[in-house]
């Protein structure tokens, strides 16, 4: 069976131990998440360098996968990858991940879908650009 290329948005501060956990069963080939070391250099060079990070790092992948935690809803770098997604036609998959147990947080509770701040209830783009 062929692995599909993904991209994997998540609230990194909050759930990077959780998203880690979901990329070591294997089953989907994507891409590594920042050390916490590169993040910091991304995000210390302001909101361009992130956009460039975030667009380079999307670039080859065929789907986005958001892992929906507690505060996922609140992150706008989530929801501009979503809605960049959108736009470049990529396919779009949100898995709920608050009830895997982080080794430092434990569970946490269900957040809001993102989606939801992008999309209306047809399915169709809001106005709202991140």
């Not at 991304?42 to 789907?63: H, L």
């Not at 992008?118 to 650009?129: V, W």
């Amino acid at each position: 069976m062929t692995k599909r290329q993904v991209f994997f948005s998540f609230h990194y501060d909050v759930d990077v131990m959780r998203a880690q956990q979901i990329r070591n069963i294997g089953a989907i080939e994507g891409n590594q998440p920042a050390s916490p070391n590169e993040w910091e250099s991304v995000q210390r060079n302001g909101e361009r360098a992130i956009k460039r990070w975030i667009d380079d790092n999307m670039y080859y992948r065929s789907c986005v996968i958001v892992l929906i935690g507690q505060e996922t809803y609140t992150r706008p770098w989530v929801l501009y990858e979503i809605q960049k997604a959108w736009e470049e036609n990529k396919a779009l998959l949100g898995i709920y991940i608050h009830n895997i147990r982080c080794p430092r947080q434990g569970k946490s509770s269900a957040g809001r879908n993102p989606f939801a701040m992008l999309f209306d209830d047809d399915g169709d783009p809001l106005l709202t650009r991140y």
